[in-house]
Each structure stands twice: as structure tokens, then as C-alpha cells.
């Protein structure tokens, strides 16, 4: 079974608001997807000029100049979509 970690990135304050889930990695098991989650989250909330950055959890948002970025990553197995069921 391979883990899958994933990023589900929101955009309000532009127009249209933007929502995207993407792939960011696969590994072999569920603590190599947690370290590397880790690691992501560090590179992501790194300080920025006019940008106030705020981390709870696994979740990162970020606002400037009337945009909020939230980044939310998660670590699924291949078996799970995070996104849901599909409609039949």
C-alpha cells in the first residue's frame, strides 16, 4: 500500500475562489508520509514580507492584502480520495 500525501489549496479574497486538491508525494508508509507532511508544512510557513502566516495543525493560512491562502496537507492511503465518494 502506498500513502499519499495530499494538498487541498483554498484562495478567498479573488475572484473566482480557487480550490484545488493535488498530489505533493507517494511513500511506502504512513511515518515517511508524516515526516515529509513535517517537512512541508516548515517550508511553507516560513515568515514572508507582508504576509501574516498562521499554522494549526496540519493546516496553513496565509494573508495579504485581502487574500487568504489556506493549505491543508494530509497524509491518505491509496485507497482513500480525500475529495470523497463519486456520484453514480
Not at 39 to 53: A, F, G, I, M, Q
Amino acid at each position: 500500500m502506498l500513502w499519499y500525501e495530499r494538498l487541498l489549496t483554498e484562495k478567498t479574497g479573488s475572484s473566482p475562489i480557487s480550490l484545488s486538491w493535488d498530489l505533493v508525494n507517494a511513500t511506502a508508509t504512513e511515518s515517511r508520509c508524516e515526516t515529509a507532511l513535517q517537512k512541508k508544512l516548515e517550508d511553507v510557513s516560513r515568515p514572508e514580507k507582508d504576509v501574516k502566516v498562521e499554522v494549526k495543525g496540519n493546516v496553513v493560512y496565509k494573508q495579504s492584502a485581502g487574500t487568504l491562502e489556506t493549505f491543508r496537507y494530509l497524509c491518505v492511503p491509496d485507497t482513500v480520495d480525500p475529495r470523497g465518494p463519486k456520484g453514480k
